[in-house]
């Protein structure tokens, strides 16, 4: 049987969502082991002067448990 649980996590890029999400998992991984899965629950950018200047993502990361 496993057993696992749910960590909420915001990341950030300059580059794209894709490397907000990317960033997020490897920060992540530090700190928590058994990783299993991510569901980005939120997408918004930051803007000046009429450009993007930011992108940022609130995701939530399953991990499992040690037995």
Same mark, same amino acid.
């Given at each position: *049987?496993s ?5 909420? /996590? !915001?990341?950030?890029?300059?580059? !794209?969502? @894709? @490397?907000?999400? &990317? =960033? %997020? /998992?490897?920060?992540? @991984? &530090?700190? #928590?082991?058994? /990783?299993? %899965?991510?569901?980005?629950?939120? !997408? &918004?950018? !930051?803007?000046?002067? %009429? $450009?993007?200047? $930011?992108? &940022?993502?609130? *995701? =939530?990361?399953?991990?499992? #448990? @040690?037995?």
């Open positions: *049987m057993v696992a649980t749910v960590t909420e /996590i !915001s990341a950030t890029s300059t580059k !794209s969502f @894709d @490397d907000a999400v &990317k =960033q %997020g /998992i490897a920060r992540a @991984d &530090k700190t #928590l082991r058994n /990783i299993r %899965g991510a569901w980005v629950k939120e !997408s &918004k950018v !930051s803007v000046e002067n %009429g $450009e993007v200047t $930011e992108y &940022k993502v609130n *995701m =939530q990361v399953t991990f499992e #448990l @040690d037995t």
